[in-house]
């Protein structure tokens, strides 16, 4: 049962990252119809400007909460701002061109931004320090579910109310439905699109910037290459709940996270990213509008 | 003007911001020690402003710059086609003749890319399905030669074929089940696909031998005469380039063929096509497998150029490759997908003193072509019949 237990947490871990993560791809998807290949890149962007935002405070002695808090938002702000450039280089002059075009200067650009990193910090993994504190009342616990797992659980949680709420109640999250439904009326009705369109990529990029320095800090060690594996996942389990819905993308990366979790704990783990592929395909093949989201009929 | 330096000020500054971080400061944590490399942000900084700058220019002199265009196409490029053609196969039948056996490998491999980008073309550039999973095609026939001959001693020659239908046979495995998807799910389906095969090959020891890899496989042999090492590479070259032109021809032959407008219907528009009385599931299955089995044909081909295999060489990185070549050379063209993997391929390989920014640059140089150019280098000109003109002298 403690196996289990701890299994089941460390997925649900897994999943909240790629929920975060997710959000990102489903936002963008929904917006553009576009599979924001370099997501995973910005992700491990937002991990690496925390890297250096908090070794360098350490360096000058701030104390530790203040290191996680100021770390935690130079990712944000960065991850945001690189998100923001790269639509705006990459994408926003495709708009209109072919479908496979914005998606193969999306692969470029995530080949650029790995290389980028590898080139200005360094090839190999490097350690990430423990920002976040042991708590000594989870002690108890331990064995079941660490200090990380459990801000890592209730931050998701906070952040996506806070997204949920943005996107239900807010005039910005009003234009963003606008536009996800009908790009050319919402233009018609006033809505600046491409200011849409930008704040949707900082919005998930920040969001991705959160995923990658509570994961960074949980497992220890980044390199330049994490973001490809992470963005494939994350992309997966936006698929799985139903690319474009919000929810969709949480209850997907929940189950993909379990079902890694549990097949990695039960079955195997040298075949751990299988599974998540694996998974990936029987959702499309049976059902490949996902798990919430809607079935378009295509029209002639 | 005053604008426009205003706006390239602006645009270096957002630059020098977005690289502080990560391309200024480097830490060691260890030795708590900062490097502040602030060169580095200048010259980013400056070159974001030079590039504004001319961005600018060519907005706002764009209407003179093109009229002082000269037109090519009157000096009938076309007449000395033949003459081009010859000079080429020339200089391909000479080649190993003139330079070393490391130019000669070199040229090998960018030959394979360009046989591989032909047979991605077939998928992609003709029937308009994005696979990103090619790599695994290849992967395919490498290991099917390597594995045979390491098993049964099967040769060069016997595999060659197998390792192409076995290839065909996995593309239509992977075909059927994602018929019914649209473009950017099927994307994402062969990539899966791509790395699952990638990730067994690497767990499997007990098939594929892990990690370590397959070593010691023989390079193709003459009517079971084995060459020395020298003359083996040029013999390859020539398989390989035979292999090219085989691919060249089959591929225009097909493209011409029932089946391949039937691709390139189903490329423009699905639904019009089926309802024109193309089989779908067909025509699919055709593409993936056909695209699949050159793929496996140049994977044979590697495994006895580089007598070793390890599921390293079949990574993500390699399909993105591939693609970039079929894509930046004009999706559907013969000619620019060959000249575009000769450019990939060989130029990284001259210019040295780059090697390391190899990566940086083809990125770059995918959205670049993207967003500048996005028909490639050479864009395919839709077949069409033409009118004979009316009332213009001749009667």
């Known amino acids: 049962m403690e196996y289990f237990l701890e299994l089941f947490f460390s997925g649900l871990t897994r999943g909240s990252i790629y929920a975060l993560i997710a959000l990102g791809y489903t936002m963008v998807y929904g917006i553009i119809g576009l599979i924001n290949f370099a997501h995973g890149e910005i992700y491990m962007i937002g991990a690496f400007t925390a890297l250096i935002a908090a070794s360098l405070l350490t360096i000058w002695g701030v104390n530790q909460i203040a290191v996680l808090v100021l770390s935690g938002l130079a990712a944000m702000v960065w991850a945001a701002a690189y998100g923001f450039t790269v639509e705006k280089i990459a994408y926003r002059p495709l708009r209109h061109a072919p479908r496979l075009s914005p998606l193969i200067s999306a692969i470029g650009m995530s080949i650029f931004l790995q290389n980028y990193v590898l080139l200005s910090q360094t090839?190999?993994?490097?350690?990430?320090?423990?920002?976040?504190?042991?708590?000594?009342?989870?002690?108890?616990?331990?064995?079941?579910?660490?200090?990380?797992?459990?801000?890592?659980?209730?931050?998701?949680?906070?952040?996506?109310?806070?997204?949920?709420?943005?996107?239900?109640?807010?005039?910005?999250?009003?234009?963003?439905?606008?536009?996800?439904?009908?790009?050319?009326?919402?233009?018609?009705?006033?809505?600046?699109?491409?200011?849409?369109?930008?704040?949707?990529?900082?919005?998930?990029s920040a969001l991705a910037a959160i995923g990658g320095v509570l994961i960074a800090s949980h497992?220890?060690?980044?390199?330049?290459?994490?973001?490809?594996?992470?963005?494939?996942?994350?992309?997966?389990?936006?698929?799985?709940?139903?690319?474009?819905?919000?929810?969709?993308?949480?209850?997907?990366?929940?189950?993909?996270?379990?079902?890694?979790?549990?097949?990695?704990?039960?079955?195997?783990?040298?075949?751990?990213?299988?599974?998540?592929?694996?998974?990936?395909v029987l959702v499309l093949i049976f059902r490949p509008a996902g798990l919430l989201g809607r079935r378009h009929n295509q029209k002639v | 003007m005053l604008a426009e330096l205003k706006?390239?000020?602006?645009?270096?500054?957002?630059?020098?911001?977005?690289?502080?971080?990560?391309?200024?400061?480097?830490?060691?944590?260890?030795?708590?020690?900062?490097?502040?490399?602030?060169?580095?942000?200048?010259?980013?900084?400056?070159?974001?402003?030079?590039?504004t700058l001319v961005g600018a220019f060519f907005v706002r002199y764009r209407p003179q710059l093109t009229t002082h265009w000269p037109d090519l196409s009157g000096l009938g490029l076309a007449r000395f086609k033949g003459w081009l053609l010859a000079l080429i196969a020339l200089f391909a039948a000479v080649f190993p003749a003139l330079f070393s056996s490391y130019q000669i490998n070199i040229m090998t491999s960018a030959l394979m890319y360009a046989?591989?980008?032909?047979?991605?073309?077939?998928?992609?550039?003709?029937?308009?399905?994005?696979?990103?999973?090619?790599?695994?095609?290849?992967?395919?026939?490498?290991y099917s030669y390597a594995l045979l001959n390491y098993h049964f001693g099967l040769g060069f020659w016997g595999c060659l074929p197998i390792g192409g239908v076995l290839a065909a046979l996995f593309g239509i495995v992977l075909g059927f089940p994602v018929l019914r998807l649209r473009g950017d799910y099927l994307a994402i389906v062969t990539l899966g696909f791509g790395e699952i095969i990638r990730l067994v090959l690497e767990n499997w020891n007990a098939f594929s031998f892990g990690?370590?890899?397959?070593?010691?496989?023989?390079?193709?042999?003459?009517?079971?005469?084995?060459?020395?090492?020298?003359?083996a590479i040029c013999y390859t070259y020539y398989l390989v380039l035979l292999l090219g032109l085989l691919t060249i021809f089959v591929v225009n032959r097909l493209r011409d063929s029932r089946i391949g407008?039937?691709?390139?219907?189903?490329?423009?528009?699905?639904?019009?096509?089926?309802?024109?009385?193309?089989?779908?599931?067909?025509?699919?299955?055709?593409?993936?497998?056909?695209?699949?089995?050159?793929?496996?044909?140049?994977?044979?081909?590697?495994a006895a150029k580089t007598t070793f295999i390890n599921p390293a060489s079949f990574t993500f990185q390699e399909s993105a490759i591939i693609?970039?070549?079929?894509?930046?050379?004009?999706?559907?063209?013969?000619?620019?997908?060959?000249?575009?993997?000769?450019?990939?391929?060989?130029?990284?390989?001259?210019?040295?003193?780059?090697?390391?920014?190899?990566?940086?640059?083809?990125?770059?140089?995918?959205?670049?072509?993207?967003?500048?150019?996005?028909?490639?280098?050479?864009?395919?000109?839709?077949?069409?019949?033409?009118?004979?003109?009316?009332?213009?002298?001749h009667d």
């Not at chain 1, 801000?151 to 109640?169: E, N």
């Not at chain 2, 009385?277 to 793929?295: E, M, N, Q, V, Y």
């Open chain 1, 123 to 204: 090839p190999d993994f490097v350690p990430f320090p423990a920002l976040i504190p042991d708590f000594p009342w989870l002690e108890p616990y331990r064995s079941i579910i660490g200090s990380s797992d459990l801000i890592i659980l209730v931050s998701t949680a906070v952040v996506m109310v806070l997204l949920t709420m943005l996107i239900k109640y807010t005039r910005i999250g009003k234009a963003m439905r606008a536009t996800a439904q009908d790009k050319q009326m919402a233009l018609l009705l006033g809505i600046d699109v491409n200011r849409v369109v930008s704040l949707t990529f900082v919005l998930g």
């Open chain 1, 219 to 280: 497992i220890g060690q980044i390199n330049f290459a994490i973001g490809f594996l992470a963005g494939i996942k994350a992309f997966t389990a936006a698929v799985l709940g139903g690319i474009g819905s919000v929810p969709g993308a949480v209850l997907g990366s929940l189950l993909l996270g379990w079902t890694e979790s549990f097949a990695t704990g039960y079955i195997s783990s040298d075949y751990e990213d299988v599974f998540a592929f694996a998974l990936l």
């Open chain 2, 7 to 51: 706006k390239a000020i602006g645009v270096a500054a957002w630059f020098m911001f977005l690289t502080l971080p990560i391309l200024a400061v480097k830490v060691n944590a260890i030795e708590q020690t900062v490097a502040w490399r602030w060169t580095n942000l200048a010259l980013v900084g400056g070159a974001a402003f030079l590039l």
């Open chain 2, 115 to 142: 046989v591989l980008g032909l047979g991605l073309n077939i998928v992609v550039g003709l029937a308009g399905l994005l696979d990103l999973g090619y790599v695994a095609f290849y992967a395919v026939g490498a």
């Open chain 2, 211 to 231: 990690p370590s890899g397959i070593a010691n496989i023989p390079r193709p042999g003459l009517f079971g005469l084995a060459l020395p090492v020298d003359e």
């Open chain 2, 261 to 302: 407008r039937a691709w390139i219907a189903l490329r423009e528009d699905e639904i019009a096509c089926q309802a024109m009385g193309i089989d779908k599931t067909r025509t699919k299955l055709t593409a993936f497998a056909l695209g699949a089995s050159w793929a496996g044909l140049v994977g044979v081909m590697f």
């Open chain 2, 323 to 393: 693609l970039a070549i079929v894509v930046l050379g004009g999706m559907g063209s013969t000619v620019g997908v060959v000249i575009a993997a000769l450019i990939f391929i060989l130029l990284p390989e001259y210019l040295r003193a780059f090697a390391d920014y190899r990566m940086l640059l083809f990125g770059a140089i995918m959205v670049g072509g993207m967003v500048f150019r996005p028909q490639g280098i050479i864009g395919n000109v839709r077949r069409s019949y033409k009118f004979p003109e009316q009332g213009t002298g």
